[in-house]
Protein backbone atom coordinates (compact mmCIF):
# COMPACT_ATOMS: atom_id res chain seq x y z
CA UNK A 1 0.00 0.00 0.00
CA UNK A 2 0.96 3.48 -0.64
CA UNK A 3 -0.04 6.88 -0.53
CA UNK A 4 -0.21 9.19 -3.26
CA UNK A 5 0.56 12.96 -2.56
CA UNK A 6 -0.33 15.59 -5.47
CA UNK A 7 -0.66 19.17 -5.59
CA UNK A 8 2.85 20.75 -5.52
CA UNK A 9 4.79 23.56 -7.47
CA UNK A 10 5.98 26.60 -7.58
CA UNK A 11 4.93 29.53 -6.15
CA UNK A 12 5.64 32.72 -5.18
CA UNK A 13 6.65 33.46 -1.40
CA UNK A 14 3.26 34.19 0.04
CA UNK A 15 1.25 32.42 -2.01
CA UNK A 16 -0.51 29.42 -2.09
CA UNK A 17 -1.33 25.62 -2.27
CA UNK A 18 -3.22 23.38 -1.57
CA UNK A 19 -1.98 19.34 -1.15
CA UNK A 20 -4.16 16.11 -1.89
CA UNK A 21 -3.33 12.60 -0.14
CA UNK A 22 -4.74 9.85 -1.59
CA UNK A 23 -4.60 6.26 -1.59
CA UNK A 24 -6.18 3.38 -4.49
CA UNK A 25 -8.19 0.63 -3.41
CA UNK A 26 -7.09 1.42 0.27
CA UNK A 27 -9.49 3.09 2.53
CA UNK A 28 -7.81 6.10 4.53
CA UNK A 29 -10.78 6.30 6.91
CA UNK A 30 -9.38 4.21 10.23
CA UNK A 31 -5.73 6.05 10.30
CA UNK A 32 -4.70 9.11 11.59
CA UNK A 33 -2.79 10.55 8.05
CA UNK A 34 0.36 12.57 8.59
CA UNK A 35 1.91 15.25 6.12
CA UNK A 36 6.12 15.38 6.38
CA UNK A 37 8.33 17.33 4.38
CA UNK A 38 11.92 16.85 3.09
CA UNK A 39 14.14 19.57 1.83
CA UNK A 40 17.65 18.95 0.59
CA UNK A 41 19.94 17.68 3.36
CA UNK A 42 17.61 17.90 5.97
CA UNK A 43 15.70 15.41 8.03
CA UNK A 44 12.20 14.07 6.87
CA UNK A 45 10.22 16.76 9.09
CA UNK A 46 6.84 16.54 10.36
CA UNK A 47 4.10 18.82 9.55
CA UNK A 48 0.56 18.02 10.56
CA UNK A 49 -1.61 14.92 11.24
CA UNK A 50 -5.16 14.87 11.53
CA UNK A 51 -7.14 12.02 13.76
CA UNK A 52 -9.38 9.34 11.62
CA UNK A 53 -12.48 10.99 12.80
CA UNK A 54 -11.02 14.44 11.36
CA UNK A 55 -11.61 15.76 14.87
CA UNK A 56 -7.92 16.37 16.30
CA UNK A 57 -5.40 17.79 14.48
CA UNK A 58 -1.64 19.04 15.31
CA UNK A 59 0.97 21.31 13.25
CA UNK A 60 4.31 21.83 14.02
CA UNK A 61 5.14 25.07 15.08
CA UNK A 62 6.82 26.78 12.00
CA UNK A 63 3.23 25.98 10.29
CA UNK A 64 0.88 27.36 12.94
CA UNK A 65 -1.66 29.99 11.82
CA UNK A 66 -0.18 29.17 7.91
CA UNK A 67 -1.25 25.55 6.98
CA UNK A 68 -4.28 23.43 7.64
CA UNK A 69 -5.12 20.18 7.35
CA UNK A 70 -8.35 18.82 7.22
CA UNK A 71 -9.80 15.40 5.67
CA UNK A 72 -12.74 14.31 3.56
CA UNK A 73 -13.32 10.55 4.30
CA UNK A 74 -16.26 9.97 1.45
CA UNK A 75 -13.36 11.01 -1.04
CA UNK A 76 -10.87 9.12 0.85
CA UNK A 77 -8.63 12.10 0.25
CA UNK A 78 -6.55 14.20 3.36
CA UNK A 79 -5.94 17.60 2.35
CA UNK A 80 -2.86 19.83 3.35
CA UNK A 81 -3.92 23.78 2.62
CA UNK A 82 -0.94 25.86 2.66
CA UNK A 83 -1.28 29.81 3.12
CA UNK A 84 1.57 32.65 3.45
CA UNK A 85 3.99 30.10 2.03
CA UNK A 86 7.72 31.07 2.82
CA UNK A 87 11.15 30.14 1.25
CA UNK A 88 11.71 27.97 3.92
CA UNK A 89 8.62 25.28 3.04
CA UNK A 90 10.52 24.69 -0.03
CA UNK A 91 10.63 20.86 0.49
CA UNK A 92 9.17 17.59 -1.24
CA UNK A 93 6.03 16.91 0.69
CA UNK A 94 4.88 13.39 1.89
CA UNK A 95 1.69 11.95 3.49
CA UNK A 96 1.47 8.68 5.35
CA UNK A 97 -0.56 6.88 7.71
CA UNK A 98 -0.01 6.66 11.31
CA UNK A 99 1.18 3.02 12.98
CA UNK A 100 -2.29 1.54 14.54
CA UNK A 101 -1.84 2.65 17.77
CA UNK A 102 -0.74 6.29 16.93
CA UNK A 103 -4.07 5.81 14.83
CA UNK A 104 -6.33 4.40 17.50
CA UNK A 105 -5.82 5.00 21.46
CA UNK A 106 -2.57 6.69 20.57
CA UNK A 107 -1.41 10.51 20.82
CA UNK A 108 -0.94 12.46 17.58
CA UNK A 109 2.53 12.34 16.70
CA UNK A 110 4.46 14.25 13.78
CA UNK A 111 7.52 11.58 14.37
CA UNK A 112 8.44 9.52 10.93
CA UNK A 113 8.86 6.19 12.93
CA UNK A 114 4.75 6.10 14.05
CA UNK A 115 4.29 6.51 10.34
CA UNK A 116 4.08 3.33 7.16
CA UNK A 117 3.03 3.41 3.56
CA UNK A 118 5.01 6.21 2.52
CA UNK A 119 4.58 7.02 -1.45
CA UNK A 120 6.27 9.53 -3.61
CA UNK A 121 5.90 12.65 -2.72
CA UNK A 122 5.24 16.30 -4.34
CA UNK A 123 7.69 18.83 -4.74
CA UNK A 124 6.59 22.34 -3.78
CA UNK A 125 9.09 25.21 -4.88
CA UNK A 126 8.60 28.53 -2.65
CA UNK A 127 10.12 31.82 -4.51
CA UNK A 128 11.43 34.65 -3.45
Known amino acids: VQLQASGGGLVQSGGSLRLSCTASLFSLDDYTIGWFRQAPGKEREGVSCISSGGTNTYYTSSVKGRFTISRDNAKNTVYLQMNSLKTADTAVYYC??????????????????????WGRGTQVTVSS
Open 96 to 117: ATAREYYSGMGPLTLNPYDYKN
